[in-house]
């Protein structure tokens, strides 16, 4: 194991880690845990560590196509919203790197998501309370602190963060024949496969698919592009100022407080603030499509199917034949393809390693039950808490997953822990 552990901390991970109690332990390393990291960084005395079970950081490695950006401001990094100030912030990446001119200059419409990792990637050098290389592979409760096995060193800690992230989503119908030619869009540049002269249909109508489709429409020759969705149209995402004002920390509180099932419908309603698709990167694939038709004398090479749900697949592993069914006239009821690509989504689950504790947490209708610092319910100590980041939408609205509020979050956690208001929020 890695023992790059943050000397606040005191802690040796390859002498048993137990050796002093932590104020806490966070499992997972992105954006969200990354966040509480920097924010806990300048506080004197707290004790934690960050685990990570990759060897290094890197974020949604299978999307960083090079053309993708951020649906958010540059100000919603992993500290700015809470502390403007603090050396983690983006601004203080790029006048670190030297491209602050530059980058004013070039005036993107929005921050590249491959230079948005870069800045992630910087901020992970620099915090030494992360330990890449540590795979927890169980946590338990005992003698007033949690116990997180990682190999054969154990790290014991007052209070539990859970940063693991969402899982792929991939329906049931696709799961048995998951592999080199059906695969989730999660993974699209890991496998990088070969779309040269091949069919490729691309099943979703959110963001990650709509990249994808744009990503092989300019940079590929594939000899056919179907993209399927369920939804009724390829809908743009809500970036209108009300739809944003869902995602400031007034609202999501407001959210907190309601009924399950009136937060249910709310979820529903406000979908396309957060999982329509940029505007920009529509008018991009129609555009293309338009000059496949007009200009390149190819029409139906990017072929556009909504209102379609795919329900089987049949065949493989060189052709596929996808089963569909749609409300509209001009629908196949068979689709052929050579590869198929999973843009499905992401959902939470509660990881493996949490199986001894799984037990003892409260849900509710199966939904683990999140307070108002996000801290889950449990039959343990009230003063060991253990912390859910981008796990609780079903309890924080549809903010929870997204980036907007990612150092509120964190800072909600921090003082929770400290039990004071370190930071304002």
Request: hydrophobic share 45%; net charge negative; proline share 6%.
């Amino acid at each position: 194991m890695n023992a790059h552990i943050d000397a606040h901390v005191d802690v040796d991970v390859d002498t048993h880690v137990d050796a002093r109690i932590l104020d806490y332990a966070a499992v997972g390393i992105g954006p969200a845990n990354m966040s509480l990291a920097a924010l806990a960084h300048p506080v004197d005395g707290l004790r934690g560590a960050h685990l990570e079970r990759r060897e290094s950081f890197s974020w949604h490695p299978g999307l960083l196509l090079p053309e993708a950006t951020l649906q958010v401001s540059l100000l919603k990094d992993l500290v700015t919203l809470v502390d403007p100030t603090s050396p983690f912030s983006f601004l203080s990446f790029l006048a670190s790197e030297g491209r602050l001119y530059r980058f004013l200059a070039a005036d993107f419409p929005a921050v590249l998501r491959a230079e948005f990792n870069q800045y992630l990637q910087w901020v992970a050098g620099r915090l030494p309370s992360l330990t890449f290389g540590a795979d927890v592979r169980s946590v338990d409760f005992r003698d007033g602190a949690f116990q997180l096995r990682a190999g054969e060193h154990e790290v014991t800690a007052r209070h539990l963060v859970l940063g693991t992230g969402l899982a792929p989503s991939v329906p049931e119908p696709f799961r048995p024949v998951l592999g080199p030619t059906v695969f989730h869009s999660g993974e699209f540049l890991l496998r990088s496969p070969d779309v040269t002269g091949r069919r490729v249909v691309v099943v979703g109508g959110g963001q990650s698919g709509a990249e994808i489709v744009r990503h092989l429409a300019v940079g590929a020759a594939p000899d056919s592009i179907t993209w399927v969705s369920r939804r009724s149209s390829f809908l743009p995402m809500d970036d209108s100022p009300f739809a944003n004002d869902l995602y400031t920390p007034e609202y999501v509180r407001r959210f907190h407080a309601l009924p399950a099932d009136h937060k249910a419908r709310l979820l529903e309603r406000q979908k396309y603030t957060s999982d329509g698709i940029d505007l920009q990167v529509l008018q991009d694939i129609y555009r293309l499509s338009y000059r496949d038709e007009f200009i390149e004398n190819n029409p139906g090479r990017l072929r556009f199917l909504a209102d379609c749900a795919v329900t089987a697949i049949e065949g493989g592993p060189d052709e596929w034949k996808l089963v569909v069914e749609s409300s509209g006239p001009d629908a196949p009821a068979v689709l052929a393809a050579d590869i198929v690509i999973l843009s499905t989504g992401y959902a939470h689950a509660l990881p493996d390693f949490m199986a001894p504790l799984a037990a003892r947490l409260r849900r509710d209708d199966g939904m683990l039950v999140v307070g108002d610092d996000f801290s889950v319910a449990w039959d343990g100590p009230a003063e060991n808490r253990i912390y859910l980041q981008n796990g609780a939408r079903h309890s924080w609205g549809v903010a929870d997953p997204n980036l907007s509020l990612l150092a509120w979050r964190s800072a909600v956690i921090l003082n929770s822990m400290l039990g004071e208001t370190r930071y304002s929020v």
